[in-house]
Each structure stands twice: as C-alpha cells, then as structure tokens.
C-alpha cells in the first residue's frame, strides 16, 4: 500500500511542473507584439497541424484570434495562462476555426479562469455561443452541485462590421471584411503596436479590402493562407478528396492561389510573410516558399504549430 502511494505522489509531483500544469503556468510576457501559430492546419485532420488558431501577444496580453481542434492543449504547450487570455476573435464560423470552443470554454473551470470571456465575431456569434452553453448545461450545473466555481465562463459576444476597431491591452485591432464564401462572413485583423504591427488575413481569396487594410500603415509581420490548385484538383480527379470539378472549382475560388498570394504581396509589402492553413497540408512547404521567393524579396516562412513571428 505505501508503495502504491509513493506512486501517486510522484505522479502529483510531476504534474505541478508549470510548464504542464496551467494552473502554475506563470504570466507568459513579450516585449514586442508576436504571434504565435498555435494551429497551421485546415479543416482535414493532420495529426502534425492542429486546426487554425493564432495567439496574438504583447506583454502580458494575450488575444485568441480562431480555435480550431486542439488550441486549448496548443495554448498550454505554447505556456500561455488562461487567465492572461483578455479576448477571443473569430474571422469567421466554418467549424475549423471554432471547433475547439467548447472545450477551451469548458477548460476555464480546471484552469482556473477567474475572468469573462470577451468575444468578437461575425454575425451569427453570438447564437454559436449560446448553442455551445446549451449543449453544456448539463455539465455545468453538475459543476455547480460540486461546489466548483465556474465565473470563467462568463461570456460578453460583440458581433462586428466592416472597419471595426477597438483596442485590447495597448493592441490596436482593426478589421476588414473579406472574400471566403458567399454566405460567410470572413473578416482579415491587423494588430497594432507603437513599434510593430500583424496582419492576419483569414480565410480569404485576393481581397481589395485586406490589401486597404494592410495599407493604413507599413506591415510587419504578414500572415496569411494560402492554397495549392494544382494539387486539390489531383486529389479530387484522383479520389483522395471527396468531390468533382465543380467541388475543386469552389474549394479553389474562396482561397488564395500562389498567383493571387504573389499579387497581394506586391501591393501590400510586408517585411515577412508567415504561410498558414496551407490547403491541402500535404503540400510541400519547401516548394511554396522557394516559388514565393522568386517573387517576392522578403522573408518567407510556411509556419509550423507553435511558430512565434
């Protein structure tokens, strides 16, 4: 019997290390705004890239921008505390950028959150928060049966427009409505700083919009996605993905093809360019970055989970 609790001790002990415990986790600080590309991945599962989810960060200030699957284990590995998280924003609803709400919502309680959460997001947020409250009610009234103290899942939903902006933390937000799908809403965010400012495209094509966004001032750090045609029409043609020509056709028209990436860059002139949610993930990140190149003079990196810009 002592053994046995000998064992259990030891395995307490060496959950309490604060890199993996987020309730020790200290304060994680920058100097300068960063970004950290919590998931690369898009809507197929990629057992190397989480969904999409960035973490914008400046001091102490931490703001989620999208949660796709896994961000709340990506937000820990990252050694990001809950209670530092000031906001969440969506740039739009398709699943793969929200589908780890409900568990990074429901990690408030076991983290400790002590504070609201504060979300923005296209119309329609506000009823995706509240379908998430309702699948939970069961849940959560148990937690409070038991005594747990649940004001981390406080939420306050703003539902934005078009040139949008507000400020978080000493961070200048701004927005731009842009060109993904016809009936969704997608919104690209810059992120500003006296010393330095990110822009975040989300799902889009070539977008007028984003590129008047990127000029209201000099552009840092640009992330943005990006998608192969090519290589979607072959693993359509070829059965790897689900579909026809007409599928590849829509697939291809509500994202960024290099060509249009290539334009974009030309206008907007960032000093670096940090590839996200690469369609298909299979696509060689060597390749993208060397085809970029030939184009563009700045830096060029197709980022991996956990990448700091």
């Given at each position: 019997?002592?053994?046995?609790?000998?064992?259990?001790?030891?395995?307490?002990?060496?959950?309490?290390?604060?890199?993996?415990?987020?309730?020790?986790?200290?304060?994680?600080?920058?100097?300068?705004?960063?970004?950290?590309?919590?998931?690369?991945?898009?809507?197929?599962?990629?057992?190397?890239?989480?969904?999409?989810?960035?973490?914008?960060?400046?001091?102490?200030?931490?703001?989620l921008?999208d949660?796709?699957?896994?961000?709340?284990?990506?937000?820990?590995?990252?050694?990001?505390?809950?209670?530092?998280?000031?906001?969440?924003?969506?740039?739009?609803?398709?699943?793969?950028?929200?589908?780890?709400?409900?568990?990074?919502?429901m990690?408030?309680?076991?983290?400790?959150?002590?504070?609201?959460?504060?979300?923005?997001?296209?119309?329609?947020?506000?009823?995706?928060?509240?379908?998430?409250?309702?699948?939970?009610?069961?849940?959560?009234?148990?937690?409070?049966?038991?005594?747990?103290?649940?004001?981390?899942?406080?939420?306050?939903?703003?539902?934005?427009?078009?040139?949008?902006?507000?400020?978080?933390?000493?961070?200048?937000?701004?927005?731009?409505?842009?060109?993904?799908?016809?009936?969704?809403?997608?919104?690209?965010f810059?992120?500003?700083?006296?010393?330095?400012?990110?822009?975040?495209?989300?799902?889009?094509?070539?977008?007028?919009?984003?590129?008047?966004?990127?000029?209201?001032?000099?552009?840092?750090?640009?992330?943005?996605?990006?998608?192969?045609?090519?290589?979607?029409?072959?693993?359509?043609?070829?059965?790897?993905?689900?579909?026809?020509?007409?599928?590849?056709?829509?697939?291809?028209?509500?994202h960024?093809?290099?060509p249009?990436?290539?334009?974009?860059?030309?206008?907007?002139?960032?000093?670096?360019?940090?590839?996200?949610?690469?369609?298909?993930?299979?696509?060689?990140?060597?390749?993208?970055?060397?085809?970029?190149?030939?184009?563009?003079?700045?830096?060029?990196?197709?980022?991996?989970?956990?990448?700091?810009?």
């Amino acid at each position: 019997m002592s053994e046995y609790r000998d064992m259990i001790i030891n395995k307490l002990e060496s959950v309490q290390e604060p890199g993996r415990n987020p309730i020790r986790m200290p304060i994680r600080r920058e100097k300068e705004l960063k970004i950290i590309t919590l998931g690369t991945g898009a809507p197929v599962p990629d057992v190397a890239r989480a969904g999409p989810s960035n973490a914008i960060l400046y001091k102490r200030t931490c703001i989620l921008v999208d949660c796709g699957r896994w961000a709340s284990m990506r937000i820990i590995e990252a050694g990001i505390n809950f209670n530092q998280i000031e906001g969440l924003i969506f740039t739009h609803l398709h699943q793969d950028h929200i589908n780890a709400w409900p568990t990074i919502w429901m990690d408030s309680i076991f983290t400790r959150r002590t504070k609201s959460w504060k979300i923005w997001g296209p119309v329609g947020t506000k009823e995706v928060i509240n379908a998430i409250k309702i699948f939970n009610q069961n849940d959560i009234e148990d937690r409070m049966t038991a005594g747990i103290n649940i004001e981390g899942l406080e939420t306050e939903v703003h539902e934005i427009e078009k040139g949008f902006s507000w400020e978080i933390g000493g961070i200048k937000i701004t927005c731009a409505l842009t060109s993904h799908i016809p009936t969704m809403p997608c919104f690209s965010f810059r992120f500003d700083t006296p010393e330095k400012s990110i822009l975040l495209s989300g799902d889009t094509t070539k977008n007028e919009n984003l590129i008047q966004l990127a000029k209201l001032k000099p552009v840092d750090v640009l992330v943005h996605e990006v998608i192969l045609d090519d290589v979607i029409r072959f693993a359509i043609s070829n059965q790897f993905l689900l579909g026809n020509d007409s599928t590849a056709d829509f697939i291809i028209n509500s994202h960024t093809t290099i060509p249009q990436l290539i334009d974009i860059l030309n206008e907007i002139k960032p000093k670096k360019l940090v590839l996200t949610h690469i369609v298909p993930t299979i696509s060689s990140p060597e390749y993208i970055e060397r085809t970029v190149k030939n184009y563009f003079n700045g830096e060029v990196v197709c980022a991996n989970d956990l990448d700091v810009f």
